[in-house]
Nanobody, 120 residues
Framework: VHLVESGGGLVQPGGSLRLSCAAS????????MGWARQIPGQGLEWVSG???????YYADSVKGRFTISRDNAENTVYLQMNSLKPEDTAVYAC???????????????WGQGTQVTVSS
């Protein structure tokens, strides 16, 4: 399993970013996937999950602002982040997941993460 995130960066509050996670080494279309984040000084936080069928789940802290999606033809899962807040600053990582992808305990193989900084 190999997962590589990209798309992080510095954005102003209220701005948007789209994170990508390119997957290889397994049959991507049959796996649930998820995103988690490591906020500075805090523990790892589950952010979102998507099943192989496209059902989606979100943490309350990001619901209505973030959208997870997947492109099975491209072996890629995305996290569209809108209306970003300073408290969204974190390292974001994608992971393969057991079904359903609802908690950190369901996550199995991880990418290395990408830094998102929300600041004016």
């Amino acid at each position: 399993v190999h997962l590589v995130e990209s798309g992080g960066g510095l954005v102003q509050p209220g701005g948007s970013l789209r994170l990508s996670c390119a997957a290889s080494g397994f049959t991507f279309s049959t796996y649930a996937m998820g995103w988690a984040r490591q906020i500075p000084g805090q523990g790892l936080e589950w952010v979102s999950g998507i099943t192989s069928d496209g059902d989606t789940y979100y943490a309350d802290s990001v619901k209505g602002r973030f959208t997870i999606s997947r492109d099975n033809a491209e072996n890629t899962v995305y996290l569209q982040m809108n209306s970003l807040k300073p408290e969204d600053t974190a390292v974001y990582a994608c992971a393969t997941s057991d079904y359903p992808p609802l908690t950190l305990a369901d996550f199995r193989s991880w990418g290395q993460g990408t830094q998102v900084t929300v600041s004016s």
